[in-house]
């Protein structure tokens, strides 16, 4: 289960996906992970076999052999680039556990952050948070968000598709989520998550040609994070029980781009 949405404006915000009560049970958990790891299942859940069998075919430099891009489920989320926003340069770095888990980590020990995502404590908590995505098959990338070179943000963007809370609403091939904490206290409550998801949420639009959808999933009760994701083009899709929260499922949809 990803973690509680960290609100945007208010002091946090992730994603995913929402509920049907007769989905398969959620897979086995790793102990050493936080249960409210939104990497962890992720990366717990089995991809097809298909799947599998063609990101096997990497030769041993690791660079993919011709024939279809899967390798890289997200499409190189290191390569995006910046872009200019109303409130400066903004550009995702994938993080680096050695660069920046005491930075991370810190983040993560503030109070209006840990209450949503539950990894307070020492760095090895945030550590076993992050490695499974650093150093798994791309389906997750943990990344820091940089505004005018300074790191102010934590980011994840994941496959949504391929994550277990596809079970729990009608996943369509590519959806994107992406799951968002604001860093620091003086860029909090001053409309700054509005920008920033709107423009991740454009750059996973123009950077995977294939994301139909770009998906959240805040807590209901996180107002001022549904309304950031509202003021940043995403559409109230439902609202889903998940097993630690009731969720406002938000969806930012390509063929809407232009309205919303």
């Known amino acids: 289960m990803p973690p509680t949405d960290a609100s945007t404006d208010a002091g946090t915000t992730p994603v995913a996906e929402p509920g049907d009560p007769s989905a398969p049970a959620e897979p086995a958990r790793d102990p ?43 499409d190189d989320v290191g390569e995006w680039g910046p872009v200019t926003t109303a409130s400066g340069v903004f550009q995702l770095v994938p993080a ?11 983040w993560m020990n503030d109070p209006a ?4 995502w539950e990894l307070a404590g020492p760095d090895d908590v945030t550590e076993h948070h992050l490695r499974p995505q650093v150093e798994g098959d791309g389906r997750s990338v943990p990344c820091l968000g940089v505004l005018d070179g300074t790191p102010m943000s934590y980011w ?21 989520g992406i799951h968002l904490l604001i860093g620091g206290v003086a860029h909090r409550g001053r409309g700054l998550g509005t920008t920033l998801l709107r423009a991740v949420a454009d750059l996973v639009l123009d950077h995977r040609p ?18 950031a994701f509202l003021s940043a083009g995403f559409r109230f899709s ?11 499922l938000m969806v930012r949809d390509r063929a809407l781009r232009a309205v919303l």
């Open 32 to 74: 050493e992970q936080s249960e409210n790891s939104d990497c962890q299942d992720t990366l717990d859940l089995r991809l097809p076999d298909e799947l599998l069998a063609l990101i096997a075919e990497q030769d041993e430099s690791g660079t993919t052999r011709p024939g279809p891009d899967i390798a890289d489920l997200l």
């Open 96 to 106: 680096r556990i050695e660069r920046d888990l005491a930075l991370i980590s810190r």
């Open 113 to 116: 952050v840990a209450a949503f």
């Open 156 to 176: 994840e963007v994941y496959r949504a598709d391929l994550d277990p809370l596809a079970r729990h609403y009608p996943a369509r091939p590519h959806d994107t």
């Open 210 to 227: 294939q994301c139909a959808r770009v998906v959240a999933e805040p807590d209901l009760r996180n107002t001022p994070s549904v309304s």
């Open 238 to 248: 439902a609202e889903v029980d998940l097993p630690d929260k009731r969720a406002a």
